[in-house]
């Protein structure tokens, strides 16, 4: 019996992290800058990274620290206006940077980060946005159950790590060919004009958010 209700549990859980990781957000507009402005590498860092920040909700929600998150306003919100600031300082940056120069056959000048910076990106990027941290309350509280062994459990935080990790390196593959960058950045500064704003408008999103 115990075993119907892990699967059922798992399907749940595994269903609604798909479409959380098809419905746009922080994340998908940071691989999109990533691959867009730095290539493939930096952002299959980046990549890991978010997979990697998902391990800070796992690990609060499974030790019962994210009850207190639920219950406490005040704890709530610091985690929300982080995660707000943090995004708005991206965006602010991102609206600054040069767009990327072209050689005279067109293919893109990379410019660098270090995998460490782009892997800290994507970590930082996941682990403090409020949409993440209510999702995984909400598993944890609503569809897995409290007496749900802590292995089990263990197996379903994994499972959601690998999964965004997968979804958003094949993404980093799409995203950093050659004729994909080159078409977005064919608007110049644009491009960064954009993206910036539309992490300036998640972070206030997220800022107001109630």
Same mark, same amino acid.
């Given at each position: 019996?115990?075993?119907?209700?892990?699967?059922?549990?798992?399907?749940?859980?595994?269903?609604?992290?798909?479409?959380?990781? =098809?419905?746009?957000?922080?994340?998908?507009?940071?691989?999109?800058?990533?691959?867009?402005?730095?290539?493939?590498?930096?952002?299959?860092?980046?990549?890991?990274?978010?997979?990697?920040?998902?391990?800070?909700?796992?690990?609060?929600?499974?030790?019962?620290?994210?009850?207190?998150?639920?219950?406490?306003?005040?704890?709530?919100?610091?985690?929300?206006?982080?995660?707000?600031?943090?995004?708005?300082?991206?965006?602010?940056?991102? =609206?600054?940077?040069?767009?990327?120069?072209?050689?005279?056959?067109?293919?893109?000048?990379?410019?660098?980060?270090?995998?460490?910076?782009?892997?800290? =990106?994507?970590?930082?990027?996941?682990?403090?946005?409020?949409?993440?941290?209510?999702?995984?309350?909400?598993?944890?509280?609503?569809?897995?159950?409290?007496?749900?062994?802590?292995?089990?459990?263990?197996?379903?935080?994994?499972?959601?790590?690998?999964?965004?990790?997968?979804?958003?390196?094949?993404?980093?593959?799409?995203?950093?060919?050659?004729?994909?960058?080159?078409?977005?950045?064919?608007?110049?500064?644009?491009?960064?004009?954009?993206?910036?704003?539309?992490?300036?408008?998640?972070?206030?999103?997220?800022?107001?958010?109630?």
């Amino acid at each position: 019996m115990d075993n119907v209700l892990y699967i059922h549990q798992f399907i749940i859980l595994a269903g609604a992290m798909f479409l959380a990781l =098809l419905s746009p957000g922080p994340d998908f507009a940071m691989i999109l800058k990533q691959s867009v402005t730095y290539g493939r590498r930096a952002s299959i860092f980046t990549s890991i990274g978010i997979a990697m920040g998902i391990s800070v909700h796992i690990i609060y929600s499974v030790l019962g620290i994210g009850l207190i998150i639920s219950k406490s306003i005040i704890l709530f919100n610091i985690i929300k206006f982080l995660g707000a600031a943090y995004l708005i300082y991206i965006g602010y940056h991102t =609206l600054k940077a040069k767009p990327i120069k072209f050689e005279n056959n067109k293919h893109l000048i990379n410019k660098h980060i270090s995998d460490f910076k782009a892997f800290r =990106l994507g970590f930082l990027c996941n682990a403090l946005n409020p949409k993440a941290t209510m999702f995984f309350l909400s598993m944890f509280s609503v569809v897995i159950s409290v007496d749900t062994p802590l292995y089990i459990q263990s197996f379903y935080g994994l499972f959601c790590i690998f999964e965004t990790a997968l979804w958003f390196i094949a993404l980093s593959f799409i995203l950093s060919q050659k004729s994909v960058r080159a078409f977005l950045n064919s608007f110049g500064k644009w491009f960064n004009r954009t993206i910036g704003t539309v992490l300036i408008a998640l972070g206030l999103k997220v800022a107001f958010s109630k």
